[in-house]
């Protein structure tokens, strides 16, 4: 069995080419992807080649952890998943090809519990569940945010869940004029235009090494930095300031089944809304071109593809 994947070959270097896939097991669905989506973050740093030693990392590989689709075949154990609309969060089907993240590919074969069933109406929406289970696992990990460091996506889900979940409207940083529109019921300002240093919890999803230090001094006493951007460089911060704040530091670890669920029934009861964060959606075929511009270009939110041509 094989399925057209999307390939890194090398740093900078992409295709779309036919692969061969695991037989599914016993209990595996076999998954026809309807979209995937594009990571900024860390796919970018697979794009680049400046990925740090990360399980799983090497070339040639399928990226991706966002994708969706429907069950067309299941093993023995899993034949009533047949015909679910669901989520994936990654695959590793391939046997000539490193899966780091491994979703973004026509089909994919995963054990039956990584398959997430979700309403089909919310279309290429859907591919946001990871990032929205990503915010509400940082959230769950201390106070809700006063102040959040950029406005991709990931922090637009932060604090569309914060609010959702009662928490008082945080400050958003963003230094793009561009992704300075599209909030909703919070302030998204240039940092040059706050003077606030008391904040009691900060949170970075920049992936900016370099803003460590000087958020530390943004700090009330007591206060909490989060970092909830993944960093190529090194983190460094001067100690005198973080002392006399008696700052806290704390890294938003990856999301656990539990919080996509929470998440996935936070959008089917309307609490979370998923509108306005996908800005772009190209056939896969135009992988090559996609991923570039997703990467460099600020005025792409969100780009999905769509593979439901070949489906």
Same mark, same amino acid.
């Given at each position: 069995?094989?399925?057209?994947?999307?390939?890194?070959?090398?740093? %900078?270097?992409?295709?779309?080419?036919?692969?061969?896939?695991?037989?599914?097991?016993?209990?595996?669905?076999?998954?026809?992807?309807?979209?995937?989506?594009?990571?900024?973050?860390? %796919?970018?740093?697979?794009?680049?080649? %400046?990925?740090?030693?990360?399980?799983?990392?090497?070339?040639?590989?399928?990226?991706?952890?966002?994708?969706?689709?429907?069950?067309?075949?299941?093993?023995?154990?899993?034949?009533?998943?047949?015909?679910?609309?669901?989520?994936?969060?990654?695959?590793?089907?391939?046997?000539?090809?490193?899966?780091?993240?491994?979703?973004?590919?026509?089909?994919?074969?995963?054990?039956?519990?990584?398959?997430?069933?979700?309403?089909?109406?919310?279309?290429?929406?859907?591919?946001?569940?990871?990032?929205?289970?990503?915010?509400?696992?940082?959230?769950?990990?201390?106070?809700?945010?006063?102040?959040?460091?950029?406005?991709?996506?990931?922090?637009?889900?932060?604090?569309?869940?914060?609010?959702?979940?009662?928490?008082?409207?945080?400050?958003?940083? %963003?230094?793009?004029?561009?992704?300075?529109?599209?909030?909703?019921?919070?302030?998204?300002?240039?940092?040059?235009?706050?003077?606030?240093?008391?904040?009691?919890?900060?949170?970075?999803?920049?992936?900016?090494?370099?803003?460590?230090?000087?958020?530390?001094?943004?700090?009330?006493?007591?206060?909490?930095?989060?970092?909830?951007?993944?960093?190529?460089?090194?983190?460094?911060?001067?100690?005198?300031?973080?002392?006399?704040?008696?700052?806290?530091?704390?890294?938003?670890?990856?999301?656990?089944?539990?919080?996509?669920?929470?998440?996935?029934?936070?959008?089917?009861?309307?609490?979370?809304?998923?509108?306005?964060?996908?800005?772009?959606?190209?056939?896969?075929?135009?992988?090559?071109?996609?991923?570039?511009?997703?990467?460099?270009?600020?005025?792409?939110?969100?780009?999905?593809?769509?593979?439901?041509?070949?489906?």
């Amino acid at each position: 069995m094989q399925s057209l994947a999307v390939i890194i070959e090398a740093p %900078e270097r992409l295709s779309l080419r036919a692969l061969r896939l695991d037989a599914p097991g016993t209990d595996d669905v076999l998954v026809d992807t309807a979209w995937s989506g594009i990571s900024s973050g860390t %796919e970018k740093l697979l794009w680049t080649g %400046e990925m740090p030693p990360f399980p799983g990392m090497g070339y040639p590989l399928v990226p991706g952890y966002e994708s969706v689709g429907r069950v067309v075949e299941a093993g023995s154990g899993a034949r009533g998943r047949v015909g679910d609309w669901v989520f994936v969060p990654g695959a590793r089907c391939y046997p000539d090809a490193h899966a780091l993240f491994g979703g973004t590919s026509q089909r994919l074969v995963v054990p039956a519990a990584r398959a997430t069933s979700i309403p089909e109406t919310l279309g290429e929406r859907g591919v946001l569940l990871a990032l929205a289970a990503t915010a509400l696992h940082l959230l769950k990990g201390g106070a809700a945010p006063e102040l959040i460091v950029g406005h991709g996506v990931l922090a637009r889900l932060i604090t569309r869940i914060a609010i959702a979940n009662g928490a008082a409207a945080p400050m958003v940083w %963003e230094t793009d004029p561009v992704r300075r529109t599209g909030a909703q019921g919070y302030k998204v300002v240039d940092p040059a235009e706050d003077d606030c240093s008391t904040y009691g919890t900060i949170c970075d999803v920049s992936g900016d090494a370099g803003l460590v230090d000087p958020l530390m001094r943004r700090l009330a006493r007591g206060g909490e930095l989060v970092l909830g951007g993944f960093y190529r460089a090194p983190i460094s911060f001067a100690f005198p300031p973080a002392f006399m704040r008696e700052a806290r530091l704390r890294v938003a670890a990856e999301w656990q089944p539990e919080d996509l669920a929470e998440v996935r029934d936070m959008v089917v009861d309307g609490r979370l809304d998923l509108s306005g964060l996908v800005s772009d959606v190209r056939p896969a075929e135009e992988a090559p071109e996609a991923y570039p511009y997703a990467f460099a270009d600020s005025r792409c939110l969100k780009m999905v593809l769509d593979w439901r041509s070949w489906s």
